[in-house]
């Protein structure tokens, strides 16, 4: 059997006992954005650490732990804090958690990130809907044995963003009188910030918004048949385009003051989701 699928059943065994429910919905909270558990009806949490052989979050700001409870009538587990390519761990690795949260029962992720705004139409505090991500620039998730298991081997990447998803977020923030842009993002191994060049590169490729993850987490739940829907939180202007200089203590700053909008928002279009 595939050490990977091998990997990810003991993770799955030594979690199963202790879940309250199998969730339907999975969330991943990017940097800065972990407070939005609070708004879940928690039940219980379970530490990364305490999963054998599962990733850990070593970056500030990332709690590291699943948290298990309701928002409105939905079940769902939320990864408060996510594992990067950038600290050491294989890709296989890196989207672990995704794998493992398709076993517990997910039937859709979303996925949210901290961005760097390349589209000088953006702004920090922005919030962008992804249409559709740039991931040449980071291993496939997918290279390697196939999990057969979970997904066939070539899959299609054509709409990797739910199409209505994007449309009811949309609703969502006319509602809450809010404005959202959209674009393409393109995710970079970090954990370097880019370079004037590259941001110019970035931008000729038709990308609005980078950063170090994201893309590769909703590929691997595309291939293993999770719908997704995903937000970038724009915390900072990308590189060249500012004279300032890009800081995580900026970037989590940023984060934490569009946090109750973001929060908001996030927690009607969950109420609104089908699944």
């Known amino acids: 059997m595939n050490e990977l699928y091998n990997e990810l059943l003991s993770c799955y065994e030594a979690v199963e006992s202790k879940l309250p429910f199998r969730p339907e919905l999975g969330l991943i909270l990017g940097s800065g954005l972990g407070d939005f558990a609070s708004k879940m009806d928690v ?12 990733p850990v979050s070593t970056v500030s700001g990332h709690v590291g732990r ?24 294989p890709v296989g690795k890196v989207v672990m958690p ?13 996925v949210t990130n901290a961005a760097g705004g390349i589209n000088t139409a953006f702004k920090p505090g922005d919030l962008m809907v992804i249409t559709d991500h740039i991931t ?32 009811q977020m949309q609703s969502c923030a006319e509602k809450l009188n809010m404005e959202l842009k959209s674009g393409v993002y393109i995710q970079l191994t970090g954990p370097n ?34 719908k997704v829907f995903g937000m970038s939180l724009i915390t900072n202007y990308a590189s060249g385009i500012s004279n300032e200089p890009l800081s995580h203590e900026e970037v989590k700053k940023v984060a934490d003051m569009a946090g109750a909008g973001f929060g908001s928002l996030m927690e009607e279009f969950i109420k609104e989701m089908v699944i």
């Open 43 to 54: 039940i219980c949490t379970i530490e990364y650490k305490d999963i054998p052989g599962f």
């Open 66 to 89: 699943f948290v298990f409870g309701r928002i409105g009538d939905k079940n769902v587990v939320c990864m408060q804090g996510r594992v990067h390519y950038y600290e050491g761990y």
């Open 98 to 110: 995704v794998r493992l949260m398709k076993l517990m029962g997910i039937k859709a992720l979303i």
């Open 136 to 167: 040449s620039f980071v291993p496939s998730p997918l290279i390697g044995e196939n999990i057969d298991e979970l997904g066939v081997r070539f899959p299609d990447m054509s709409q990797v963003y739910d199409m209505d998803y994007r449309r």
């Open 193 to 226: 910030y880019e370079t004037p060049a590259e941001i110019r590169m970035c931008r000729a490729l038709g990308a609005d918004a980078v950063g170090m993850s994201t893309a590769i987490e909703a590929m691997t739940a595309r291939h293993a048949g999770v």
